[in-house]
């Protein structure tokens, strides 16, 4: 089984829909964070979080948010979602902020 | 901030050798990694460099010089399997969260 898993992987909305992507692992890490990548731009830092109760905004978090419900779960929300949110979207985790696990990625679509 | 720049795309012919260099302007500097991208796919870890000078993995190398900004990931003896995006990304300092700044991304498109 997969240690970092997304849900959904593929997903088709529309502008002003609500819609939250979810990451969860299993490696036990306590470091969890949300990337959106689009192409020519690499990766770019939406959220991160180094425990249940410490959640922080990177570089892109105008209109999303995110709930780190367990040491396992983090949730990425968009609660309205318009079209150039339309990328891929990565979780990963880390435990010492070295080296970080990548989930295979949400394809949101925002028509 | 951070600021990294590295070659948009290369090409490079089966069994060669490609170097792709990676710039960056920081200003915190805590490390920097190169990952490796499978079109598709998630990234995964290929290296890391915090002090000058050479890391050797395999087929693949880092370098690192801190006074000049730069790095480069040298792949040796290309494989059709090598063709893949390669991200640089440079790690900030503790103080601000340890966090990850990526580069846009080298496309490698390795040719029989």
């Known amino acids: 089984d997969a240690d970092v898993t997304q849900t959904p992987r593929n997903r088709i909305t529309k502008t002003g829909k609500r819609i939250m992507l979810e990451c969860s692992q299993t490696?036990?890490?306590?470091?969890m964070y949300w990337y959106r990548q689009d192409p020519g731009l690499g990766l770019r830092l939406i959220y991160y979080s180094f425990d249940v109760k410490d959640i922080n905004k990177g570089e892109i978090s105008d209109g999303y948010s995110v709930s780190r419900q367990a040491q396992a779960k983090f949730s990425l929300s968009l609660e309205s979602a318009i079209p150039n949110q339309t990328a891929l979207y990565f979780c990963a985790t880390s435990e010492t902020g070295f080296e970080q696990f990548f989930g295979p990625g949400t394809r949101l679509t925002v028509l | 901030g951070q600021n990294i720049d590295q070659p948009t795309e290369m090409t490079a012919t089966e069994g060669a050798i490609v170097q792709i260099n990676c710039t960056y302007q920081?200003?915190?500097?805590?490390?920097l990694f190169w990952y490796q991208q499978h079109a598709g796919e998630a990234p995964t870890f290929l290296s890391y460099n915090v002090l000058d000078g050479l890391e050797e993995k395999g087929r693949f190398s880092s370098f690192l010089s801190r006074s000049k900004g730069y790095s480069y990931l040298l792949l040796k003896e290309l494989q059709m399997k090598d063709s893949a995006s390669y991200l640089c990304a440079v790690r900030a300092l503790k103080a601000a969260g340890n966090k990850l700044t990526f580069g846009g991304g080298t496309r490698v498109l390795v040719k029989p």
């Open positions: 490696k036990g890490h306590d470091r």
């Open positions: 920081t200003s915190g500097f805590n490390g």
